[in-house]
């Protein structure tokens, strides 16, 4: 293997800008970056819209800021195939020239029904060759006609093998499929001719991509038999499925990977998520920086079984990564939830004390934005709560008004310097000792100082308030108590 070994490695993804940028795609975006760094290659970013129709430039900005955001750097491109149609016109007539493709005039309809009635008879549809052996005098008077027609190339009956770095010996038979559409005219081309060209023109050594494109690889290698290009190294990646095994819905992730960062998931999470997602490192190790992936990954620990996406586990290891931060850095990612969330106001509160409230929930948070819902109550002038929620396990009216007036004048007489969590509940527990049960005391105190049943705890969030605050909100509570 000696040629081989000396091959620069050159691998590429090549995303059509008609959908959002979604996981199977960062996915293969991912495992050809990690390659590429692994051995020092090159990974080429290809932008295949020769789908004039569909492909829309948002979709490509889309494609580009998620591949940035998750940290996925290319180091040539982006190319685009619109920007290129001399070289796919260049080959097309070569084609043409030399036999191997011809102009075939055959209507849509006419396809249609030679398509129902293989299928019809149990037969794999395919071209039935009607224009194959058009002369070129014919060819020629009906293009000048202006007759409606496609370019087709005259697939050799074969059998086609490959070895895939993943899937093992692949083989197709070139008889099921026929000869087929390459391009709807010189300008045209479509993707299994245009791919073969650029892979070439690229020097593209490795083909990573889903196994939802191993069916065409067989037309790809005829073509490129044809014009004498050396054959690249191919890997299907496995298919990513729902956690009931069926193909991936929206639901579980067909969505733009740009979506995950709206709903707080960091890029890091996600790159690690998707490593998993046909990788296994064959260790107990579960937490893989992209420096970390890049010393790791290899095409053999891929598998060739679906990979199934699990959203709990993106959670978890969003959660890792969360902790993994610093409450500088978690305030940074955290602003811009909060600000949409419209929580920030002028003056209250501060960097600091966001940070003592983000401190609060380091530990448990999963997304960033569940943040508005977990710590929106900080920032409100006024919570909205019913007099219920106040009320710990039967107590009465008249007891809840009791301990509220006892938790405004015991926190009254605290300095406003003591009021930090251990102070508050060195005192407040004292009070309650003597009381039978200690949430007459403090129940109604995270309420009204959170309006919520679960939050972090009364001491905690009474320090981060300030005296002022947590006696205001106390007051307020003996209003609505009343
Ligand atoms: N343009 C194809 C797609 O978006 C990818 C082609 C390839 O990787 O060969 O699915």
Same mark, same amino acid.
């Given at each position: 293997m000696p040629k081989e070994a000396k091959t620069e490695i050159r691998v590429r993804l090549a995303p059509s800008p008609t959908g959002f940028l979604h996981i199977g795609t960062a996915r293969a975006g991912l495992f050809n970056y990690l390659f590429a760094k692994k051995n020092k290659g090159k990974f080429i970013l290809r932008i295949e819209d020769t789908d004039q129709e569909r492909s829309k430039p948002e979709y490509e900005a889309d494609i580009i800021e998620g591949l940035q955001w998750l940290g996925?750097?290319? !180091? =040539?491109? %982006?190319?685009?195939? +619109? !920007?290129?149609p001399e070289i796919y016109r260049r080959y097309l007539e070569k084609l043409l020239n030399d036999g191997h493709a011809y102009y075939c005039f055959c209507a849509q309809e006419e396809l249609e029904a030679m398509k129902q009635e293989q299928m019809s008879r149990g037969e794999a549809p395919r071209?039935? $060759?009607?224009? @194959?052996?058009? +002369?070129n005098q014919e060819t020629k008077k009906r293009l000048a006609d202006g007759e409606t027609s496609v370019v087709r190339f005259r697939a050799a009956k074969k059998k086609i093998s490959f070895t895939d770095l993943i899937r093992g010996e692949v083989e197709f038979d070139s008889s099921l499929f026929g000869d087929f559409v390459i391009a709807k005219d010189l300008n045209s081309p479509l993707y299994n001719f245009a791919v073969i060209i650029d892979d070439y023109e690229m020097r593209i050594s490795h083909v990573i991509r $889903? =196994? !939802?494109h191993i069916s065409n690889t067989p037309k790809q290698i005829l073509i490129q038999e044809i014009l004498g290009f050396s054959q690249p190294q191919y890997a299907h990646l496995p298919l990513i499925l729902g956690p009931d095994r069926s193909k991936l819905s929206k639901r579980h992730g067909a969505t733009s990977l740009l979506e995950y960062r709206k709903q707080g998931y960091l890029s890091e999470a996600l790159v690690n998520f998707m490593a998993f997602l046909g990788w296994? %490192?064959?260790?107990?190790? =579960?937490i893989f920086s992209m420096t970390d992936l890049i010393r790791d990954f290899s095409l053999d620990k891929v598998q060739k079984a679906g990979a199934i996406f699990n959203i709990q586990k993106l959670d978890y290891l969003n959660g890792a990564y969360i902790r993994e931060k610093t409450l500088d850095e978690l305030l940074e990612l955290a602003l811009p939830y909060l600000s949409r969330a419209e929580l920030i106001r002028e003056g209250w509160p501060n960097r600091e004390k966001l940070k003592e409230i983000l401190a609060l929930y380091h530990e448990r948070l999963k997304k960033l934005s569940e943040l508005p819902e977990l710590i929106g109550f900080f920032f409100k002038k006024k919570l909205d709560y019913p007099k219920e929620l106040l009320i710990w396990k039967g107590m009465t009216d008249q007891e809840l008004k009791l301990s509220l007036n006892t938790l405004e004048e015991t926190l009254s007489a605290v300095k406003e310097n003591n009021f930090t969590k251990g102070n508050l509940e060195k005192i407040l527990m004292k009070i309650t =000792?003597? @009381?039978? !049960?200690r949430g007459g005391l403090l129940w109604p105190l995270r309420v009204a100082l959170t309006?919520?049943?679960? +939050? @972090?705890?009364p001491f905690d969030v009474a320090a981060v308030l300030g005296k002022e605050k947590t006696l205001e909100r106390i007051r307020e509570a003996k209003l609505i108590a009343q």
């Open positions: 996925i750097k290319w !180091d =040539e491109g %982006p190319f685009r195939q +619109s !920007d290129r071209y039935n $060759g009607k224009c @194959a052996n058009l +002369s $889903g =196994e !939802d296994n %490192p064959g260790t107990d190790q =579960e =000792e003597k @009381a039978k !049960d309006g919520q049943k679960a +939050s @972090a705890g």
